[in-house]
């Protein structure tokens, strides 16, 4: 069955320092890999997506992710980390479930803190 | 464009009773998706309608249902509530082709929804 695993619940970072989230999904053919945010209160923000082509993805707001199909993997990547990316991040795939859907599994979430 | 809007924003229900919820798409999306977000289960797929048809379901009892109207509006039902149904409930749209290609969704503000 697909999944999606976001093996850290919480992380704290320092402002100014890097930021690595990591996601590992399950999937037998190539997924479609999303990234979203959301802050306290409000809806999905999609950072970015990789659907295919280049793995390197870049996104909104200075994230990037790249895909790796040999450790399935889609980690979010930020170099610099501000106090405004405190949120929770969400990663999903999406895939085709047997015929024709916009279907997205969801990880359980890693909420970011920053430290001034 | 506007975005996806969802109302009403916030509804308190009392066990027993039903509730319905309604989701206005992007403009020419015609794929509405909708979510359940829990604490304890996360992100989980409740259905997706597409040109008025219910066109893949998620692992959720009878109690909820769905539809979607010529506009692409949808609304979505929960009857006989019951407390663990208290969620935020996250629709969103998608500009899907109808083809079996995965489209990316754009989410609205969602409906919190506490039953007491």
């Known amino acids: 069955a697909q999944s999606v695993t976001q093996p850290d619940i919480h992380i704290t970072v320092s402002e100014g320092a890097s930021l690595e989230l990591r996601c590992n999904y399950s999937y037998g053919a190539t997924p479609y890999l999303f990234w979203y945010v959301q802050s306290p209160g409000q809806g999905l923000q999609l950072l970015l997506k990789y659907f295919s082509g280049d793995t390197l993805v870049q996104g909104i707001k200075g994230f990037e992710a790249e895909f790796k199909r040999s450790q399935s993997s889609f980690n979010l990547r930020k170099p610099s980390v501000h106090w405004s990316d405190a949120a929770e991040y969400f990663c999903a795939v999406g895939g085709n479930y047997g015929g024709a859907t916009n279907k997205l599994i969801f990880g359980t979430g890693t909420l970011l803190a920053v430290q001034p | 464009k506007a975005g996806v809007t969802q109302t009403p924003r916030y509804l308190i229900k009392t066990r027993g009773q039903q509730v319905t919820l309604s989701c206005s798409p992007i403009s020419g999306h015609r794929s509405v998706s909708w979510y359940q977000q829990t604490p304890g289960q996360g992100l989980q797929f409740l259905f997706e309608y597409f040109s008025e048809t219910q066109r893949n379901k998620g692992n959720f009892p009878g109690r909820f249902s769905g539809r979607q109207f010529s506009n692409s509006r949808s609304e979505m039902n929960v009857s006989t509530l019951e407390l663990g149904d208290s969620a935020l409930y996250l629709c969103?749209?998608?500009?899907?082709?109808?083809?079996?290609?995965?489209?990316?969704?754009?989410f609205g503000p969602g409906t919190r929804l506490t039953v007491l």
């Open positions: 969103a749209s998608s500009p899907t082709s109808g083809r079996a290609l995965y489209n990316e969704q754009f």
